[in-house]
């Protein structure tokens, strides 16, 4: 695991929720500890949310997994998915949740895959939307992530609805279908657990707030409206409003920076800092020309980084020692050449890797935004890379998959292709992939 010589990972979900820490030298103290975490958290085999159990892209552990597969090649099973959805797969033990939605997105339902066969053991439809909302060809009405904690798994399509299984009877413990937030172009925001909370994350055309639940009853416990002035008055002083510039699809991040814990949502034309455990805010950097931003962020060596999102996109680096209003002292650096909109970005080590939306992959350094290589794989991109800490995953809309070295010199180690594209980002289950394209759900592994 590849964390940086700042980076540690503490792992109490019940006292702290997920916490990624940076504190100096004491951070340095806990890097064994943090090794010890992960490697539990592989001894069970789960891959328990968006961007993986680091929630950081980062595979914990030494599996040996395939660098290479086709159709005809280390398959060990594939399985059609009813529906149309890009959220991608969680696992837990040897199940693995998804959710899923029909074209029209009246029927939103929950599907559980045996990982060691194929089966499907679980399907459900857990809401039906009698006039669900727009969404854009390029999205589904089933896109935001699963997560599971122990017995329970969360599942969410946005407003349209949120509900909480049992992951051992299927039992339905709560649902809420209450939110009002129009998505404009579907949803795609996941959810995370911290503490006894359960984050969503609302940006949408008519309202942009993020909620905290009670994980175990579902009841709202803080709800705080995004605080950046969106300029409902045009030039000409009459009303205006641009659902794209106020819409996200972003994942928040929990870190902890200078004794304080700190809730990391992007969300349009603006980046926020919140007390996780009460809404408030900390600080804000607010970019204008932002918007759509649909990255995690990630966070080490005293910085968070992050992607703006579409328009004028940029990798921003951000000192969170702030308060209020940020923007002008607070940005360490910032790259506007070749930066992703949809893939989350890597850190490994001292540097960053991302790609972008059209197949560019770039190497930059960590604490000073120098660029140290970039090079075109090609593509259409859409999923967040994944990484071993030896290796890079880059999984395209076509169905390509590239492996690169994950150093400071480029080098491709190996190519795979499936009929599908990717869209949804890849999980893991021991010593193999669990990947799902547009239409099938496979599990890949060195046969």
């Not at 029209?104 to 194929?118: I, T, Y």
């Amino acid at each position: 695991m590849q964390m940086g010589d700042t980076l540690s990972y503490r792992n109490n979900r019940e006292q702290a929720g997920k916490v990624i820490s940076v504190s100096g030298c004491l951070a340095k103290r806990l890097v064994l500890s943090a090794l010890l975490v992960a490697t539990t958290a592989v001894a069970a085999g789960d891959w328990t949310e968006f961007r993986g159990p680091l929630g950081t892209g980062h595979i914990p552990g030494g599996q040996a997994l395939p660098t290479d597969w086709s159709e005809s090649k280390n398959i060990d099973w594939k399985v059609a998915l009813p529906g149309r959805a890009w959220s991608s797969p969680v696992v837990s033990g040897d199940v693995i949740w998804l959710t899923t939605a029909d074209e029209k997105g009246h029927k939103l339902s929950a599907l559980a895959v045996d990982a060691k066969s194929g089966k499907v053991i679980f399907e459900k439809q857990l809401f039906h939307i009698e006039k669900p909302q727009f969404a854009h060809k390029f999205n589904t009405y089933a896109s935001p992530t699963p997560i599971i904690e122990g017995d329970r798994v969360y599942l969410t399509w946005g407003s349209p609805g949120t509900a909480c299984l049992d992951t051992k009877t299927k039992e339905l413990l709560w649902k809420r279908d209450d939110f009002v937030c129009d998505h404009f172009r579907g949803s795609g925001s996941s959810p995370i657990i911290y503490g006894d909370l359960l984050i969503l994350t609302f940006d949408g055309a008519d309202h942009q707030f993020v909620a905290a639940l009670n994980k175990r009853t579902g009841k709202t416990v803080w709800r705080t409206d995004r605080s950046v002035d969106f300029q409902d008055l045009g030039s000409d002083g009459k009303p205006f409003r641009d659902g794209d510039m106020r819409k996200g699809y972003s994942t928040p991040l929990v870190i902890e920076h200078g004794g304080f814990t700190q809730l990391i949502s992007i969300g349009a034309m603006a980046c926020y800092s919140y007390e996780p455990k009460t809404g408030k805010e900390i600080w804000r950097i607010t970019e204008r020309a932002q918007h759509s931003a649909s990255t995690r962020p990630v966070f080490g060596h005293g910085l968070l980084f992050y992607p703006t999102g579409f328009a004028k996109g940029q990798l921003l680096a951000v000192d969170p020692g702030a308060k209020g209003e940020a923007a002008d002292t607070h940005i360490k650096w910032r790259l506007k050449r070749s930066v992703s909109n949809k893939p989350s970005v890597l850190l490994i080590g001292g540097l960053l890797f991302m790609i972008d939306d059209g197949g560019i992959v770039s190497s930059v350094e960590a604490k000073s935004g120098e660029v140290v290589w970039s090079e075109r794989v090609g593509g259409n991109h859409s999923a967040s890379p994944v990484t071993d800490g030896e290796r890079i995953f880059f999984f395209s809309e076509e169905g390509k998959t590239t492996v690169i070295a994950a150093k400071p010199e480029y080098k491709v180690l190996a190519t795979s292709q499936l009929d599908g594209g990717f869209m949804a980002s890849p999980a893991v289950h021991g010593a193999a992939w669990i990947l799902r394209t547009k239409t099938h759900l496979y599990r890949i592994a060195n046969r």
